[in-house]
């Protein structure tokens, strides 16, 4: 597997439990290495735009309005297989389901406040990363 970047949030359920630390932790341990980093608080317009791929879904509304709740932490995250391992620690969306060991089993509360976000695909995380993140923000090394 080649080298990828992902885009990684920290979601506000998170950053509001103060458990950011901890997730940055296990991104570190796992071998990612973070690019990119910055807190923003998204507004309706910045979260809508962000998950225009499920403007249909009956939980989209929501979706947005969780978004919007306080700061979160976008971040880009570089390693080989990077999207897949990211997804892989995050866990599955529904914390139930969620293996032992994930991030998302460790710190969501539900299926729509689960902790962190990472991209599918290097399609979606070219459009994720730029998003939030100009060339010129992400280090590179
Ligand atoms: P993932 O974040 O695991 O890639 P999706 O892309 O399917 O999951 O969904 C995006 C986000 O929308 C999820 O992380 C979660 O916050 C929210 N979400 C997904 N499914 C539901 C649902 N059935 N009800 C409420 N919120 C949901
Ligand atoms: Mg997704």
Not at 32 to 45: F, P, W
Not at 77 to 99: V, Y
Request: glycine letters at 8%.
């Amino acid at each position: 597997m080649s080298v990828q970047r992902t885009l990684a949030i920290i979601k506000p359920d998170a950053v509001a439990k103060g458990v950011a630390g901890q997730i940055i932790t296990k991104i570190e341990q796992a071998g990612l290495t973070i690019l990119a980093a910055r807190m923003i608080h998204m507004s309706g317009e910045d979260a809508g735009g962000f998950y225009a791929v499920h403007r249909a879904r009956p939980f989209y509304q929501s979706l947005c309005e969780f978004m919007t709740q306080g700061p979160c932490l976008p971040m880009v995250l570089e390693g080989d297989d990077a999207i897949r391992r990211w997804r892989d620690l995050m866990g599955a969306t529904d914390p139930a389901k969620a293996a032992a060991g994930t991030i998302r089993k460790a710190f969501a509360s539900s299926i729509e406040s689960n902790a962190v976000h990472g991209s599918d695909a290097p399609e979606t995380a070219a459009f994720e990363i730029a998003y939030f993140f100009s060339a010129l923000d992400i280090h590179a090394r």
